[in-house]
C-alpha cells in the first residue's frame, strides 16, 4: 500500500478566498431564482446589478441579461448582448457558454448557418467528448434545418457521429439526416447507425430494394438480415446470416453474421444450435473481436447454469488472455464456483486473476475471496496473506476495507495499519480505514479568480461552474494536483478526471494513483453536508460516500426513472419527506438539482433508513437503493444470517453493488480525511 502522503499530493481542498461573498454575489443569486420561476425582466434587471457590481462574476451576469431577454422573446437584445460579453470579455471560460447561448438565439432566428457557426467555434476549444458529441450535433441539426445548400455540410458531422457519438440518440438522429444523402455510403453508414440503435424500421427504408445497385452486396445484405430478425421475421433473417457466412467467409460480414445468428437462436432458446455457430467462430475466426464477443455473451447469458457460465469464462480467460474483461472472467467463474460449494475451483479461478493479471482493477476482489475461502478451510496464515494483499487494491473497493476489518479480528500484524472501527451493524464494525496519517489541519490553497467562481457556481449546482471547470484546460500541463481536488470538492469531479486526462502528462494519467485520490474522493458541498450532518446526526462521511455513488456528485443528473440531483432522490420520495419532515420545505422538493436541497433530502430519507433498520447499515443502504419493502422481504429470508452473508445474498445486483460501493466509499474517506469527533459514527447508526 502506497503511504497517503508520500507522493507530495495531500494539499487541501479549502479554498482560503471563499469565505467572503464575490462582489454581486447575493445580487447574482436573486437573479438566478428569479429566471428559474420565469421571472425574466426581473432576473435581468438583477444580472444587471451584479455586473455593475464589478467583480469576476461580470462576464457570467451578462450573460445572463441577455439570457433572459431571449427567453422574455427579446431575441434581437439577446444577440446583441452575447456579441457584446464576446467582444467585451473575449478570452475567458464564459466564451463557451456565450458561444451557446448566442447559438441558441440565432437559431430561433432562424439563422441557422450561423448558428453552426457558433456551436463549432465552442469546439476550437478542448471539451469533454459529449460535449463535443453535443455541440457537433446541434451543429449539424441547424445546417439540416438551414436551406438545401447548406445540408450538405451537416453529412461530415453526421457521418463522425454515426460512427462515434457515445449516445445512441444522437447517434439515431444524425443518422436520420444523414439518411437524405444521396450518397449510397452516407445512406449506408446511416442504416448501420440505425440497426446498432434498434430503430430496425427506419433502417428498413434505407436498404436497397432486390434488383437495386449494391443490395447484393454483403454489408447491406446483413443489414438487411438485422432487420428482418429485429422486425420479427426471424426465420427470414436466420437464412440470410446463414448465406452470408457461406457466400463471403473471409470477411468481417461473415464473422457479424455468425455471432448474430447465434445470439439470435440463444434468445429463441435454441442453446444446441447456438453452440454449433460458436464453435464455429472460434475455431474459424480465433483471434476476432467477433470470436470474443460471442463467447462472452454466452458465458453471461448461461449465467443461470453456474457450471456452465464458469466454463465459458474459463474458456474466455483462456482464449482471449489479453482481452480488458479476462480478468473480470476468471473472478466471475471463481464466484460461481463458490457459489455451488466448489472450492477447489473457486481458489484455482481466482488465483489466476493474481497471478496471471498482477495489475487488475479486481486484485482486492480475487485475493479477499479467496481467502475467506481459505479461513473457511482453516488455513489461518493462507487467509491472511490473500487479506493482506486485497488491501493493496484501488482505495474505494469494499472488498479493500472488509479485508482490514479481517486482518484486525484475526489479530494479524498488518504491516498496513487499519484505522478505528466503522460501525456498520449497530455497534459492530465491518469495514476499517486505513489508519489517518495525515496533517491535523489542511492548508490552504492559492486564491484565484477562476477558483473563487468555481466553488461559487458548484456549490449551487450552475452550470457555469462546468464552463469554469472545462476552462482550466487552458493551463496544460501546468495544471496543479490542488486544482483538480478544488474542481472536486466543488462538486464536478467527473470534470477534475478529465482535466486529468487532458493535462496530465501522459506519465501521470492513471486517475487511480494515489496522488488522484482526494479528486476521486472528494468533500464535495463541504460546508452544507457538514450543515446537514449536524441536523441529521449523520456522520458526514457517510453522507458523501452516498452521495459519491449515486451521481458522482453531479448536481443536475436525471436517472431514466426520475431520480434526480446529487443524492437521487425520487420526486414521490421527496414529497413524502416533505409530509413527515418539518426541516424538509417545499422549496428543497421543487428544485432537487440545487446539491444542498438534495443533500439535506437525501440525508433525511437515509436518516430514516438506519432508524427503521435498528442501526445496520447494510439493511439502510438496501432500503435506500431497492426500497425498505424489499429489505424487509430479504430480512425476513436472510435476516439471521451474518451481515457478509446477507450482502452478498442480496438478490438485486444493483443494490448488492450500491451497498458495496458505499461502505468502499466509505472506508476510503476515513483512510483520506481524519476522523470527524462527536456523535456522529456509532451513535447516529443506533438512532
Known amino acids: 500500500m502506497v503511504s497517503l502522503f508520500s507522493t507530495g499530493y495531500g494539499c487541501a481542498l479549502l479554498l482560503s478566498l471563499v469565505a467572503g461573498a464575490l462582489p454581486g454575489e447575493e445580487a447574482y443569486l436573486k437573479a438566478r431564482d428569479l429566471e428559474r ?16 457590481a464589478g467583480g469576476p462574476l461580470t462576464p457570467y451576469a451578462l450573460l445572463g441579461a441577455a439570457r433572459c431577454r431571449a427567453q422574455g422573446g ?12 464576446l467582444e467585451t470579455h473575449p478570452d475567458g471560460p464564459w466564451v463557451g457558454m456565450a458561444l451557446a447561448g ?39 441539426q441547424c445546417l439540416a434545418e438551414a436551406p438545401a445548400a447548406a445540408l450538405a455540410k451537416a453529412f461530415p458531422l453526421c457521418r463522425t457521429l454515426c460512427a462515434e457519438a457515445g449516445s445512441s440518440r444522437i447517434r439515431l438522429d444524425a443518422a436520420k439526416v444523414l439518411a437524405t444523402s444521396a450518397d449510397q455510403m452516407d445512406r449506408f453508414a446511416a442504416a448501420y447507425a440505425m440497426v446498432k440503435s434498434g430503430a430496425y424500421a427506419d433502417a428498413s427504408g434505407l436498404l436497397p430494394n432486390e434488383g437495386e445497385a449494391g443490395a447484393d452486396e454483403p454489408g447491406w445484405a446483413y443489414l438487411r438480415a438485422r432487420v428482418l430478425i429485429g422486425l420479427r421475421e426471424v426465420e427470414k433473417g ?24 447465434a445470439r439470435s437462436l440463444l434468445a429463441g432458446g435454441q442453446h444446441e444450435q447456438a453452440g454449433i455457430l460458436l464453435e464455429t467462430l472460434l475455431t474459424g475466426y480465433p483471434d476476432s473481436e467477433e470470436a470474443a464477443e460471442a463467447l462472452w455473451r454466452f458465458a453471461e447469458l448461461s449465467r443461470g447454469r453456474d457450471e456452465t457460465a464458469a466454463q465459458y469464462y474459463l474458456r474466455f480467460a483462456g482464449m482471449f488472455s489479453s482481452d480488458a474483461r479476462a480478468d473480470d472472467a476468471l473472478l466471475l467463474a471463481g464466484r460461481l464456483y463458490s457459489d ?48 493482506e494483499l486485497a488491501t493493496q487494491g484501488d482505495l474505494g473497493n469494499y472488498y479493500v476495507h472488509r479485508a482490514l476489518q479481517r486482518l484486525h479480528e484475526m489479530g494479524h500484524s498488518n504491516p498496513v495499519k487499519p484505522g478505528p472501527a466503522l460501525p456498520v451493524c449497530g455497534k459492530d464494525s465491518f469495514v476499517r480505514p486505513f489508519a489517518w496519517d495525515g496533517p491535523s489541519a489542511p492548508e490552504p490553497m492559492a486564491e484565484g479568480d477562476e477558483l473563487a467562481r468555481l466553488h461559487f457556481f458548484g456549490s449551487h449546482g450552475f452550470e457555469e461552474g462546468e464552463w469554469e471547470a472545462v476552462g482550466l484546460a487552458g493551463l496544460g500541463p501546468a495544471l496543479p494536483v490542488a486544482v483538480c481536488e478544488t474542481v472536486a470538492a466543488a462538486g464536478l469531479p467527473t470534470l477534475a478526471l478529465w482535466l486529468i486526462g487532458v493535462c496530465a502528462p501522459e506519465t501521470e494519467r492513471d486517475v487511480y494513483h494515489p496522488r488522484w485520490w482526494r479528486v476521486q474522493f472528494p468533500r464535495a458541498y463541504w460546508d452544507d453536508v457538514q450543515s446537514i450532518a449536524a441536523e441529521t446526526g449523520l456522520d458526514p462521511y457517510l453522507i458523501l460516500s452516498v452521495g459519491r455513488q449515486e451521481s458522482f456528485f453531479r448536481a443536475g443528473v436525471v436517472s431514466p426513472a426520475g431520480a434526480t440531483g446529487v443524492m437521487q432522490l425520487m420526486p414521490g420520495t421527496a414529497q413524502w419527506l416533505e409530509s413527515v419532515e418539518p426541516s424538509v420545505g417545499r422549496e428543497h422538493v421543487e428544485h432537487l438539482t440545487h446539491p444542498a436541497n438534495s443533500l439535506r433530502l437525501g440525508a433525511y430519507y437515509l436518516m430514516r433508513m438506519i432508524a427503521r433498520s435498528d442501526g445496520n447499515l447494510i439493511y439502510a443502504l438496501a432500503s435506500y437503493n431497492a426500497g425498505p419493502g424489499n429489505v424487509s422481504k430479504w430480512r425476513k429470508q436472510h435476516g439471521g444470517a451474518p451481515p ?8 438485486f445486483t444493483e443494490t448488492r453493488h450500491f451497498v458495496k460501493r458505499v461502505l468502499g466509499n466509505y472506508g476510503a474517506y476515513y483512510s483520506l480525511y481524519p476522523r470527524k469527533p462527536g456523535p456522529n459514527n456509532a451513535e447516529a447508526l443506533r438512532r
Do not use: M
Not at 420561476?37 to 455593475?52: E, H, M, P, S, W
Not at 427579446?74 to 460579453?85: D, F, H, K, N
Not at 457478509?644 to 438478490?651: G, K, R
Open 102 to 140: 448566442l447559438a441558441e438565439a440565432l437559431r430561433l432566428e432562424k439563422r441557422f448557418p450561423e448558428a453552426s457557426g457558433a456551436y463549432l467555434r465552442i469546439l476550437a476549444r478542448p471539451v469533454p467528448s459529449s460535449w463535443r458529441d453535443r455541440y457537433q450535433w446541434l451543429a449539424a
Open 340 to 387: 455451488t460449494g466448489r472450492n477447489t475451483e473457486a481458489i484455482a479461478a481466482l488465483s489466476r486473476v493474481i497471478e496471471a493479471h498482477p495489475g487488475s482493477r479486481f486484485l482486492a476482489d480475487a485475493a479477499y475471496q479467496r481467502g475467506d475461502l481459505r479461513a473457511r478451510a482453516r488455513d489461518k496464515e493462507g487467509a491472511a496473506a490473500d487479506f
Open 37 to 52: 420561476g420565469a421571472r425574466y425582466g426581473d432576473a435581468q434587471a438583477a444580472f444587471d446589478v451584479c455586473a455593475g
Open 644 to 651: 457478509e452473508v446477507f450482502l452478498e445474498a442480496i438478490p
Open 74 to 85: 427579446r431575441r434581437a437584445e439577446a444577440l446583441a448582448g452575447y456579441q457584446r460579453v
Open 238 to 261: 436466420r437464412a440470410l446470416l446463414e448465406r452470408i457466412t457461406a457466400a463471403h467467409p473471409q470477411t468481417e460480414w461473415a464473422r457479424l453474421s455468425l455471432i448474430h445468428h
